[in-house]
């Protein structure tokens, strides 16, 4: 479903902002579905797609506990952020870093009152390190984050203290020698789907992208901008490429395209019906055809129900719809 290398777009930093949704796991946000089908998106908005994805859903698998916990805030983890830049300024010395780092955990969960200890911090084991997390209720100081997270520069931009591409790290990739995540290979343990989809969308995509971004803080990014968007935008990146060589999409605002395509979704005339019938293409079926790729996920976020024997006249009869349907914007 992925064609080539992609763009190299990273999700996790884009422009001035960074989403630190895989590290804070009680962040919370946008891994539900309505009752109609519909998934969440910034603004309070709800995208209409079906997901075309056949390994994962548009929600953030970061990890075993994603969602589980109380959300404290963005004023909270602002408060926390703050003390934790002050505290490894003064303590974490680049010279030196497996000696500093382990002294600056040691501060910081002292500051915060921090008792949490995951139980596999070592070895084949500590692949999963959601499954360390005991059940029942938490109290303060008991919650699994890690606290290598904090403001990584002056600005107040969140991120890894610990990176070696912050500021604050001095070069030295400090991600394995402590935190929460320690011995799991950090970020490359992170299965967040939406990051590994997002180098694959257009150009046209990446700029709905960032218009919907725009003015969202740290903490609205990590919540509401990195799982169901990026699906949605690679759902119909096929029809944005499209609308944008008709000079259409750049004269839309966010809100209007959703409205555009979730009309598209619940009035697509070539639509499964409900019940199914016999005779159907299934998803595979229309994955092995000839069209682009992007025009056949665009088919299956929208339910298109082709029949192999008819499926040129459907596809130009559904070609001619999405036309008519542009030129009335």
Sequence with gaps: MRPGAGTGANLCLRGTLSCVRCCLPH????????????????????LKFANFNPRRGPRIEASGYEDAFADVGRGEMERRFARRRRLF???????????????????????EGYRYRHGANSGPASLHVGGSVPAGPRGQGELPECQLLGFIDAGGRPGCLAHPLAPTSGGHDGRDLAGFFHHTGCCNSVACEAAREFPHLSPAALGVFDRAVEGLSWYEYSRH???????????FDHLLVRMDEAAVLGRLPFRELVSFTNALYDEWPLKIPV???????????????????????????????????????????????????????
């Design 225 to 235: 901008a990195t799982s169901v968007l990026v699906y949605y935008l690679r759902a």
């Design 27 to 46: 962040i919370g946000g946008d891994s539900w579905r309505a009752a109609d089908g519909a998934w969440p998106g910034p603004g309070g908005l709800l």
């Design 89 to 111: 300024l003064e303590i974490y010395d680049p010279e030196r870093p497996r000696e500093s780092l382990p002294r600056y955990m040691e501060a910081v969960a002292g500051a």
């Design 275 to 329: 019940p199914r019938g016999t005779g159907f293409m299934s998803a595979l079926d229309l994955l092995r055809t000839p069209i682009p790729l992007p025009e056949r996920i665009l088919h299956i976020a929208l339910r298109t129900g082709f029949r192999a024997d008819t499926f040129g006249e459907q596809l130009e009869k559904g070609r001619e719809w999405i036309v008519r349907r542009m030129e009335r914007l």
